[in-house]
């Protein structure tokens, strides 16, 4: 097989050199990157290393910035968390150029099988002057209405596409039921159950959430359901952390995790952890008919209201194991616990637990 010149891609972030650099941005522009410097690193769930680039007369013409990111697995868990890169990978090279969603440029992106990382190199959003959102930063009405404009806008292009079959141009996608599984089965076993639940985020949510064999078989029937639910492509971890607005107040996306699945999955983890509890039950009927009457404006044959809100119910699960199973090493605990405060409340008031133990006894009926 032929090896392109920027493989091997770094695991380490003194790797990254002016030379790779070179290789790498010039599978989409001309030019040479004479030296670069590290500004800063970030490290979450993944690693940011904002450089500053001298480049050569070419390389400007063509549309190199002078500041650049570069995000990666480079912390010592990175190689275990290969999966998330191959999906950050998939979304920005293989998803974005078809079916578009507001999200910084992207000037390379690839995955390195032999070292399990993946790299994205996209503009620093610094001289941009956007406002990244944040957990602790409750968002209002107008503000969620804009995102899930673009999510609807987005979900309409793969609604239910014979593309999503595995021979199709979104197969090598992971379903999303499929590759969260055995995470929750990870969290769910007693040890990894009860220190979760001892943290400030599980001390937040609900005790009738504490029950792990319930929750454990909640989530399995979930699965169950949304397999035969509709798919699209998603985002994959649409959460306030991962969002930005520009100065007109457009949405923008980071840090996607590609996949196949149903889109209410993603209106509802993107709803109920990103408004006030308070708030939530005003805006959350009303705000997911504006995502489904948006949809509907893109030829989308989307379930009626009642339906929808049904899906929402049951899939706000998804965003209770997220926020109280993610590690300190990948999200400030102040984001978790605020997160899983919201997501727990918002399963009460949905009877969520109980919308999924009626489906199940329905579906054993059925068998």
Known sequence: MCRLGYFPLPVAVEEITADWLTEALRQRANGTVLAAEIVDVTHTTTSKVRLRLQRDAAAKQAGIPELIIVKGGFQPQGRDLDFMHRREVQGYRDVYPIV????????????????????????????????????????????????????????????????????GRWGGLVDFFVSTTPWIEHYTVAGHWDRLIATPRGVASSVRYHDRERMRSAWHSLAAFGADATPCVLHGD???????????????????????????????????????????????????????????????????????????????????FVWLATESAHQPEEVKTANAARVSQAMLDHNTLEKIETYRAAHRQDE
């Open 238 to 320: 649409v959460h306030l952390g991962n969002l930005y607005t520009d100065g007109t107040g457009a949405p923008g996306f980071l840090d996607t995790l590609a996949c196949r699945g149903p889109a209410m999955l993603e209106v509802a983890y993107f709803i109920s952890a990103s408004v006030d509890p308070a708030d939530r039950r005003r805006w959350e009927g009303p705000l997911v008919q504006h995502y489904l009457s948006e949809a509907a404006r893109h030829a989308v044959a989307i379930p009626d209201f009642d339906e929808a809100m049904e899906l929402y119910a049951m899939f706000l699960v998804y965003g209770h």
């Open 100 to 167: 578009p969603l507001p999200s910084p440029k992207c000037h390379f992106a690839d995955f390195d099988a032999e070292r399990r990382q993946g790299i994205v190199i996209m503009e620093d959003l610094g001289p941009r002057g956007v406002h990244f959102l944040h957990a602790t930063r409750p968002q209002t009405y107008e503000a969620m209405a804009r995102f899930l404009s673009a999510l609807a806008r987005f979900h309409a292009r793969t609604w239910a596409s014979p593309d999503l079959a595995a021979v």
